[in-house]
């Protein structure tokens, strides 16, 4: 037995078939043209500056932020999350320090943290000490106390000399 196309594509049903397939094929032409001539909205990287002190890479792009900043940037503190700390950890560390120097140096606008000064105190271990340096050559020591939580850590800074800034 064979189908008779002639009287289907003839019949009601089959021209709402018909227009049904020509419906969805002109949406999924529609669909792939719109696909196909899309760009997406990528930054152009104008400038990649790579810091030696954190081992980060700094990317210049040619557009401005969504959000304008005008306090420090920080550089480095990627490797609190490979050494250890939680995230809740690292966000009070990383707001810490930026709260700290965008409010009372005004004149360092970068802060790297030097990868090869991170230590470890002997006699405590929940105690980790870490230098940054700024882009106006200033150095600082930070210590952080986890004091036996996963959730807390206290933020320390100290000045060259030894005196507790904060």
């Known amino acids: 037995m064979k189908f008779d196309w002639d009287a289907f594509l003839a019949s009601r049903k089959g021209k709402m078939v018909l227009i049904g397939a020509a419906a969805v094929l002109l949406v999924g032409l529609i669909i792939l043209v719109?696909?196909?001539f899309r760009?997406?909205?990528?930054?152009?990287?104008?400038?990649?500056i790579y810091d030696p002190i954190s081992g980060d890479t700094v990317r210049i792009l040619d557009q401005d932020p969504e959000e304008p900043w005008d306090g420090v940037f920080l550089l480095g503190f990627g490797v609190f999350?490979?050494?250890?700390?939680?995230?809740?950890?690292?966000?009070?560390?990383?707001?810490?320090?930026?709260?700290f120097f965008s409010e009372g140096y005004p004149d360092i606008s970068q802060l790297s943290l030097s990868r090869n000064s991170i230590s470890y105190d002997i006699t405590n271990e929940d105690i980790t000490w870490f230098e940054l340096i700024s882009d106006t050559e200033e150095t600082f020591r930070v210590k952080l106390d986890i004091e036996g939580s996963i959730f807390r850590v206290a933020v320390y800074i100290y000045d060259e000399a030894g005196n507790r800034l904060n």
Do not use: L
């Open 34 to 36: 719109w696909m196909a």
């Open 39 to 48: 760009r997406p909205q990528t930054p152009n990287i104008e400038q990649e």
């Open 81 to 99: 999350g490979e050494i250890g700390f939680t995230g809740v950890q690292q966000e009070i560390i990383f707001a810490t320090v930026r709260d």
